[in-house]
């Protein structure tokens, strides 16, 4: 028995699969199971019977034996072919390989780790099918709740924007087109009245030079053209909403009307002074109030496109009544009816 263990805990992996019924993974896990303390320990081994432990021990004594027998025999090279065959027929035959049949416990524990194999994978299966439906219902939601309809919004305010950029941008252009002819006009009212001052230095010089009635009713005329002009450009200038500006034009009319007020004929000067007070009203309120500035300049604009009363008849009939004639009521009596009496 002391060989037979000696066998087991030394005999390596070439000579463990000589023995019929071992596979090389059963060598495996017999070398693997060393060392034995005793025979029966390798029952212990899986997949190791009694029938295969007796199969291990012939064998294990069978490799005793056959270097005893090959002693005993002498080898040399003129030996009878006769001697031979004696031999061999001496030697036992090589027992038939016999297939270890797996017990009713192997097979049940077989068949139990395909079942926990198979529960298993339908485990994954139902999981990995709930986790796709999980995921589709669920985020589908989220995906159009954060993503989707955030993006659709998104789309429809760019949209409206940009409607709303295409109508600032109409209004825009329409209001360049405004601002455009505006500087025109003030580039027009400034050429007149540059005009207008170099002739009224000219008349002044020929007035100084010759005292000429008629020089001097020209230059008064280029005076009021110049303060029409001016507060015809600070109309323009309020426009813009350039208020500075406005505001110095609106003081160069109101000098020009000044200086016109110095030698205007008493028939002048209630028209002059009215549209001086509106000239007042409008620098008292730039730049601070330009909505009721633009009131006092038209109105000041239109006393002078009316232009000054020539003579004191134009007075007169600007301020003559002429009253309705009120109709004539006439009553007529109604006739009283005369009792009459009969006898």
């Excluded at 070439?14 to 034995?36: E, N």
């Excluded at 019977?49 to 040399?76: C, D, H, W, Y």
């Excluded at 730049?287 to 009316?306: K, S």
């Amino acid at each position: 028995m002391s060989d037979f263990l000696n066998f087991l805990n030394t005999a390596d992996h070439d000579t463990l699969k000589k023995i019929s019924g071992i596979s090389s993974a059963l060598a495996d896990h017999i070398i693997a199971a060393r060392p034995f303390d005793a025979t029966d320990d390798l029952l212990l081994v899986h997949g190791v019977g009694k029938n295969l432990l007796s199969r291990m021990q012939s064998f294990a004594e069978a490799q005793e034996t056959e270097p005893e027998s090959s002693a005993m025999i002498p080898v040399e090279e003129e030996a009878q072919p006769a001697q031979l065959e004696v031999i061999e027929k001496s030697q036992p035959a090589p027992e038939s390989p016999v297939k270890d049949k797996p017990s009713f416990w192997s097979r049940l524990g077989q068949a139990f780790l395909v079942f926990v194999r198979a529960l298993f994978r339908l485990i994954a299966t139902v999981l990995v099918i709930g986790g796709i439906g999980a995921a589709i219902y669920f985020g589908v939601p989220f995906i159009n709740n954060n993503i989707v309809v955030p993006i659709q919004k998104n789309t429809s305010q760019i949209r409206q924007l940009e409607v709303e950029l295409a109508a600032q941008q109409a209004r825009l252009d329409e209001t360049s087109a405004r601002v455009g002819e505006l500087e025109k006009n003030i580039e027009a009212h400034t050429a007149s009245i540059t005009k207008l001052e170099k002739m009224q230095s000219m008349l002044e010089q020929e007035i100084s030079d010759q005292n000429n009635s008629v020089m001097v009713a020209l230059k008064r005329e280029i005076m009021l053209t110049r303060s029409i002009e001016t507060v015809a450009r600070a109309r323009l200038f309020l426009s813009q909403s350039n208020f500075g500006l406005a505001r110095d034009d609106v003081q160069a009319a109101r000098d020009i009307l000044a200086e016109l007020l110095i030698d205007a004929p008493s028939y002048q000067v209630t028209s002059i002074n009215q549209i001086i007070m509106r000239l007042d009203f409008a620098l008292s309120n730039l730049p601070a109030f330009p909505v009721i500035a633009v009131d006092d300049v038209d109105i000041a604009w239109q006393l002078l496109m009316m232009g000054l009363p020539e003579s004191e008849a134009d007075i007169v009939a600007t301020f003559t009544f002429t009253p309705t004639p009120a109709p004539i009521l006439t009553f007529t009596p109604t006739p009283e009816a005369i009792p009459t009496s009969t006898p």
